[in-house]
Nanobody, 124 residues
Framework: QVQLVESGGGSVQAGDSLRLSCAGP????????IAWFRQVPGKERVFVAA?????NTYYGDSVRGRFTISRENSSVNLQMNSLNPEDTAVYYC????????????????????WGQGTQVTVSS
């Protein structure tokens, strides 16, 4: 049971930046990872980025080079640069109950704790 609260979403223009924050996911102990997923109406919830306790980071193909996941105190942030309309979605923070690999971290079925989501809208 991990309480996750996302913040930082909003409406921006293409090319702008946003920083999302996931409050409360950082903890001590092995096998803990935090990830961001996003979902648009009529689509599946897809992987965006993940950060493991050991410091490994993984990114979805569509955001690699533009988004950066990092830890700040007890929060995990997602810095989003060069936003485009295809990034419009509800963004969710999620936490695992165990370790994950570069492949398994991308599977939403691995995550048992989810936040309520924060809306990101990018206008062209």
């Amino acid at each position: 049971q991990v309480q996750l609260v996302e913040s930082g979403g909003g409406s921006v223009q293409a090319g702008d930046s946003l920083r999302l924050s996931c409050a409360g996911p950082v903890r001590t102990g092995p096998g803990y990872a935090i990830a961001w997923f996003r979902q648009v109406p009529g689509k599946e919830r897809v992987f965006v980025a993940a950060l493991t306790r050991s410091g490994n980071t993984y990114y979805g193909d569509s955001v690699r080079g533009r988004f950066t996941i990092s830890r700040e105190n007890s929060s995990v942030n997602l810095q989003m640069n060069s936003l485009n309309p295809e990034d419009t979605a509800v963004y969710y923070c999620a936490a695992t109950v165990g370790a994950c690999t570069a492949t398994s971290c991308r599977d939403r079925r691995l995550y048992r704790s989810w936040g309520q989501g924060t809306q990101v809208t990018v206008s062209s």
